[in-house]
């Protein structure tokens, strides 16, 4: 059940391992669990004697029993995967890069650390925004720092007004966690990702869905827009890195290499290259110089 469990909360299996081996290691690190941590790391004690008893596991579930309402989709049918050009792991060649210290010290150019207290952020503004029903999993400024974008477990996104705190538009489409959000360059575009292997875009002036896009086949952990926002990058716990084409939807490539799940992804300044970063502790340089399907 603790396995069962696990697997319903962390959307993966506790133990890459098979069989009676799961017995005998431990279960992956905890990125969901939040309060539910304790019960969950009870249930997969190796010791069946100090695992809880089912009454107790009862009694400690119990406030989180209730279920979230049906969210209702937009009436758009979304766009649809077509013309994917898979490309192999061949990172980008990039000069080495010297060092950073080891001692605590500053890296030469880099700017000072400024420690601001919070009784020196301004009194007229918000330091609390406060809406979301399940834990938040991810923010994001707009260009212009009038709005935030927000994600949760409550399988909402959120926009503010930053200078009053007051929710602007609650996004609801998605049928699981919203696990990231980015907006576009110009900030007239939102991107979304979510548990429900979805990556929805949203107009952030009429708080209208755009569209979908459908190709992942698990839960997507980061989006990212290149620099002039016609190119769309998505990670995602199918081990795989996703372009698309913001305009019609289309998946240009698919990046494969990361053995495990991929938790960010970032453009250059000039977005010809692509990081990535993974749960199989490598970062990895794409290069984004690649034909558009035709």
């Known amino acids: 059940m603790g396995a069962t469990f696990y697997h319903a909360v962390e959307g993966e299996r506790p133990s890459t391992a098979q069989s009676v081996a799961t017995l005998t290691h431990s279960p992956r690190p905890f990125r969901h669990a939040g ?14 004697h100090q695992r809880p008893t089912a009454e107790d596991a009862i009694r400690t579930l119990a406030p989180y ?5 049906a969210r209702r989709g937009p009436d758009q049918s979304g766009w649809t995967t077509t013309h994917a050009q898979t490309v192999p792991a061949t990172p980008a060649v990039i000069p080495p890069i010297s060092a950073l210290p080891t001692d605590g010290g500053s890296v ?21 925004l406060i809406g979301h029903a399940r ?10 720092g009038r709005t935030l974008a927000t994600g949760g477990g409550d399988w909402e996104v959120r926009l ?25 360059p110009d900030g007239r575009t ?6 429900d292997h979805e990556v929805w875009l949203w107009d952030t002036e009429t708080g209208s869905s755009i569209g979908s896009f459908a190709g992942h086949t698990c ?4 989006v990212a827009f290149s620099p002039g926002g016609r190119t769309l990058a998505t990670g995602s716990a199918d081990d795989t890195v996703r372009l698309w084409d913001v305009a019609t939807g289309r998946s ?8 495990e799940d991929v938790f960010s992804v970032a453009f250059s300044p000039d977005g010809k290259t692509l990081a990535t970063g993974s749960r199989d502790s490598d970062v990895r340089l794409w290069s984004t110089m690649m034909p558009r399907p035709s």
């Open 135 to 144: 834990a938040v999993f991810s923010v994001a400024f707009s260009p212009d």
């Open 108 to 128: 030469a150019g880099s700017p000072s650390v400024v420690t601001v207290p919070l009784s020196d952020f301004p009194k007229d503004r918000p330091t609390a």
């Open 35 to 48: 309060p539910l941590e304790d019960v969950l790391a009870g249930l997969l004690a190796k010791d069946p």
């Open 219 to 222: 839960a997507v952990f980061s």
């Open 252 to 259: 240009i490539s698919i990046l494969t290499g990361h053995t």
């Open 65 to 69: 029993s209730a279920p979230l309402p």
């Open 160 to 184: 503010w007004d930053v200078a009053t705190g007051r929710t602007i538009a609650t996004l609801a489409g998605h049928e699981g966690w919203v696990e990231s959000v980015a907006f576009s």
């Open 190 to 195: 939102l991107a979304t990702g979510g548990a």
